[in-house]
């Protein structure tokens, strides 16, 4: 038997695919300037383990609670915040940051560009290339 699933915010990305692979729609995730918000409705979860099989970084944990017991409505719902790495230009949060981030800085000749900023600078020929 399987226990709820939890997000490992250190590790995601809120790249959203939980929220998609979800077969219950029970994931939803909303971007704001700076953060993104994982929520994970425990009421509707059928603990499938779709959401940890298709996360991309490994942060879907699946736990060992199984059951929840409160007369708090919030408590039926997993709520994890995500900050998002910013536009070096615009300094926007962008979505799917840290794996933006990490390959920019593998490469290290990238900048992080939302893709408005991206778009302008290459339409006014200016190089994003470090
Ligand atoms: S990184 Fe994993 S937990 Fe985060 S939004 Fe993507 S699929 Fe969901
Ligand atoms: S375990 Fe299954 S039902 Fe529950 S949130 Fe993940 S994908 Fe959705």
Redesign the pocket.
């Known amino acids: 038997m399987r226990g709820i699933p939890q997000?490992d915010t250190s590790k995601?990305?809120?790249?959203?695919?939980?929220?998609v692979a979800c077969p219950v729609d029970a994931i939803t995730?909303t971007y704001g300037e700076e953060r993104a918000i994982?929520r994970i409705n425990y009421r509707r979860c059928i603990r499938c383990a779709y959401?940890r099989d298709?996360?991309?970084?490994g942060?879907?944990v699946i736990s060992e609670k199984y059951g929840i017991v409160s007369s708090s409505i919030e408590d039926l719902y997993g709520t994890f915040e995500v900050v998002l790495a910013k536009c070096e230009h615009c300094a926007i949060g962008l979505k799917h940051s840290t794996n933006a981030e990490k390959i920019a800085r593998e490469k290290t000749v990238v900048k992080l560009l939302c893709d408005k900023c991206r778009r302008e600078l290459v339409s006014r020929n200016l190089t994003w290339v470090r």
């Open positions: 997000v995601c990305y809120a790249c959203g695919a939980c929220a995730v994982i959401c298709n996360c991309p970084a942060a879907i």
